[in-house]
């Protein structure tokens, strides 16, 4: 019988490889949801110790939901736009600068927002990057 939890983080691993960010970024959390398990990527930024939703999937178990989550990566990924959205902490001085890839602006929202006060911080601008 092949070992589940040693496969889940040869699939974890992967993902952070190719995402080029190493287990001190990367966030795996799994929920059990009626019956189904959810996957949310969280990446951590150490410059302004933040936290953002990378992507969000469904799967059977842990195992489905990540294999799912590594063909997003792999596939579709480096297909969505690039959005740079500028912003400040409510209370403090520096001005933030973050990077997302999205289908839409308010996808954007949704990762910058994701489990957090919307009014505990201020966008000062989202912009849509050129393509390369």
């Given at each position: 019988?092949?070992?589940?939890?040693?496969?889940?983080?040869?699939?974890?691993?992967?993902?952070?490889?190719?995402?080029?960010?190493?287990?001190?970024?990367?966030?795996?959390s799994?929920?059990?949801?009626n019956?189904?398990?959810?996957?949310?990527?969280?990446?951590?930024?150490?410059?302004?110790?933040?936290?953002?939703?990378?992507?969000?999937?469904?799967?059977?178990?842990?195992?489905?939901?990540?294999?799912?989550?590594l063909?997003?990566?792999?596939?579709?990924?480096?297909?969505?736009?690039s959005?740079?959205?500028?912003?400040?902490?409510?209370?403090?001085?520096?001005?933030?600068?973050?990077?997302f890839?999205?289908?839409?602006?308010?996808?954007?929202?949704?990762?910058?927002?994701?489990?957090?006060d919307?009014?505990?911080?201020?966008?000062?601008?989202?912009?849509?990057?050129?393509?390369?």
């Amino acid at each position: 019988m092949v070992d589940n939890n040693h496969n889940l983080r040869e699939v974890e691993a992967k993902i952070g490889d190719i995402l080029g960010l190493g287990k001190d970024h990367l966030v795996f959390s799994y929920k059990a949801v009626n019956d189904v398990t959810q996957l949310d990527i969280i990446t951590l930024n150490p410059r302004h110790d933040q936290s953002f939703l990378f992507h969000s999937v469904k799967g059977l178990d842990k195992l489905e939901a990540a294999s799912k989550l590594l063909e997003y990566v792999q596939l579709h990924y480096q297909k969505e736009d690039s959005y740079t959205l500028q912003w400040i902490k409510i209370g403090e001085q520096n001005l933030h600068t973050s990077y997302f890839r999205a289908k839409n602006i308010y996808q954007v929202l949704d990762k910058f927002y994701f489990e957090r006060d919307v009014n505990s911080y201020r966008i000062y601008s989202i912009s849509l990057n050129p393509m390369s």
